[in-house]
Structure formats: structure tokens, C-alpha cells
């Protein structure tokens, strides 16, 4: 397995931005798609963006377009998410996962998971 650690979570604010990042360590994933996603007490854990091996390819969900980045360092074995213009709707549990392909090909294709990092919003 590839050990992902996400860290960067916390208490923030409405419109307040935070930047989340997740490492690899004993083996590089430089070759495999990675991805955010989250889970809200009481919901389904949902996507919400991944990046190519390359970083040159690049997918959000509709509910962070234009507010959320995402970008890769594979000389660092990091993967970030910055978080602008949070929303109390934002507040959730944010997963790292590691991808089985180079680009992103849905929930069921991601192979390796973090243990997650809390970030919460108030309004």
C-alpha cells in the first residue's frame, strides 16, 4: 500500500481559504491520478477533484468549480487542494486517494486512501 497522509485541515471561516496536502511516502506516486474527496456527518463520501499523473489534466466537482485548485508536486510526492471562498457547506472530512491509472476515471478506480483531515466552516 502507499501511505497518504493528508494534513492542512481545520476551523476557518466563510470566504476564509485554507490549502490541504497529502504525501506519499515509501513509494512515489508520480505515475497515478490523484484526488480529493469528502464526507459530511450523516452523507456519502463524494468527489471532489482529481489530477492527472501530469498534472496536465485536471476535474472538479460542480460544487467547487472556480473556487478550488488542485496541483501536484511529483518530485515532493504531494498532491494539494486550495480551498478558496469556503462555505459552511464545505464542512467536511477531505480524503487524499491515489488513483490505479493515470487519469481519473471515477470513485471505483481509486486504490489507496488517506485517513483524512477535518475541516470545518463556520458561517
Known amino acids: 500500500q502507499v501511505p497518504l497522509v493528508e494534513s492542512g485541515g481545520g476551523l476557518v471561516q466563510a470566504g476564509d481559504s485554507l490549502r490541504l496536502s497529502c504525501q506519499a511516502s515509501?513509494?512515489?506516486?508520480?505515475?497515478?491520478?490523484m484526488g480529493w474527496f469528502r464526507q459530511a456527518p450523516g452523507k456519502e463520501r463524494e468527489f471532489v477533484a482529481a489530477?492527472?499523473?501530469?498534472?496536465?489534466?485536471?476535474t472538479f466537482a460542480d460544487s467547487v468549480k472556480a473556487r478550488f485548485t488542485i496541483s501536484r508536486d511529483n518530485a515532493k510526492n504531494t498532491v494539494y487542494l486550495q480551498m478558496n471562498s469556503l462555505k459552511p457547506e464545505d464542512t467536511a472530512v477531505y480524503y487524499c486517494?491515489?488513483?490505479?491509472?493515470?487519469?481519473?476515471?471515477?470513485?471505483?478506480?481509486?486504490?489507496?486512501w488517506g485517513q483524512g483531515t477535518q475541516v470545518t466552516v463556520s458561517s
Open positions: 489530477i492527472s499523473w501530469s498534472g496536465d489534466s485536471t
Open positions: 515509501g513509494r512515489t506516486f508520480g505515475g497515478y491520478a
Open positions: 486517494a491515489a488513483g490505479s491509472g493515470r487519469y481519473y476515471s471515477g470513485y471505483r478506480s481509486m486504490r489507496y
